[in-house]
């Protein structure tokens, strides 16, 4: 598969042409990587960053997390409302 028919989902994503491009040069030249492994360790590496150079970034990080894993797990109860 040719490097410049790949890209079509990040530019749908509303990513730059010249990024897009720039992006399937990298993936070319890190030995033809798949998008989603370059993308999910360039995604990891800058979360790691902000979170550490950014305190409330983390805090806000954080508590949104557990908003979302405390409620997994957790037994809901239905209450009937008498009608």
Same mark, same amino acid.
Request: aromatic share 8%; glycine share 10%; charged share 40%.
């Given at each position: 598969?040719?490097?410049?028919?790949?890209?079509?989902?990040?530019?749908? *994503?509303?990513? /730059?042409? $010249?990024?897009?491009?720039?992006?399937?040069?990298? #993936? !070319?030249?890190?030995? =033809? @990587?798949?998008?989603?492994?370059?993308?999910?360790?360039?995604?990891?590496?800058?979360?790691?960053?902000? *979170?550490?150079? /950014?305190? $409330?970034?983390?805090?806000?990080?954080?508590?949104? #997390? !557990?908003?979302?894993? =405390? @409620?997994?797990?957790?037994?809901?109860?239905?209450?009937?409302?008498?009608?």
């Amino acid at each position: 598969m040719g490097k410049r028919g790949a890209g079509s989902r990040l530019i749908q *994503l509303g990513l /730059e042409l $010249e990024l897009v491009e720039d992006f399937t040069d990298f #993936r !070319e030249g890190y030995f =033809g @990587a798949p998008e989603n492994r370059v993308l999910a360790e360039a995604i990891k590496l800058f979360m790691a960053d902000r *979170l550490d150079k /950014e305190t $409330e970034v983390k805090r806000r990080y954080e508590a949104a #997390r !557990e908003k979302r894993l =405390g @409620a997994k797990g957790k037994i809901v109860k239905l209450v009937p409302t008498g009608k």
